[in-house]
């Protein structure tokens, strides 16, 4: 049933669709701080919508029925990692503030269900180790980006807290990197080998 509904056209045109607008908000949300960074670092720092617009990629070509692996890649390891990074951070605001915006419980559930759909189509992508080692060194670049040259996303009250959620976010990208491993390059030798 759910192989059904994850291959089926018309919810793959509709989650291509969903993920496309997102991605334009997403760079949107990020106006602000794109505006003043520098020209070097523009492509590093709107981490989400860069994940979301990778599933993007993923999505046409899967609907065309073919396959992207250094994409895919990209796509599993950075949809988990700020899915999640995004929800612990508005539920960090929630405490550090004592509320949160809409527009939080907004981010909360959209950046969520972002790490589930990554995953969920583990099955489908075509990763071997090479694409899995490039998207680990775009993904630990990103972090160097962000917390040694201080482009990391605005967060409010948290900027209090960056050397912690710099480090929380360094451990994040490895279970990151770790749980894309797993579901799909290790599944892979698996089935291979027999084991």
Avoid at 62 to 73: C, D, G, Q, S, T
Wanted: proline share 4%.
């Amino acid at each position: 049933m759910i192989r059904y509904i994850l291959t089926n056209r018309f919810f793959l045109m509709l989650l291509f669709i969903v993920n496309v607008l997102g991605t334009i908000y997403g760079y949107w949300w990020y106006r602000g701080q794109l505006a003043v960074t520098p020209d070097h670092f523009l492509i590093f720092v709107p981490d989400s919508p860069t994940a979301s617009l990778f599933f993007c990629v993923f999505l046409a070509f899967f609907i065309m029925r073919r396959n992207v692996p250094y994409v895919e890649a990209l796509a599993v390891v950075t949809l988990f990692k700020y899915g999640i990074w995004a929800v612990v951070m508005n539920v960090l605001l929630l405490l550090v503030n004592g509320s949160l915006s809409p527009t939080g419980f907004m981010l909360i559930a959209s950046h969520g269900a972002m790490a589930i759909q990554g995953l969920l189509y583990t099955p489908y992508y075509k990763i071997k180790m090479r694409h899995l080692v490039f998207a680990g060194i775009w993904t630990l670049h990103n972090d160097i980006i962000d917390y040694v040259f201080e482009m990391m996303p605005v967060y409010g009250s948290l900027m209090t807290y960056m050397n912690e959620i710099g480090y929380f976010t360094f451990w994040l990208s490895i279970v990151s990197i770790a749980i894309a491993y797993f579901f799909t390059v290790h599944k892979s030798l698996h089935k291979t080998y027999n084991l």
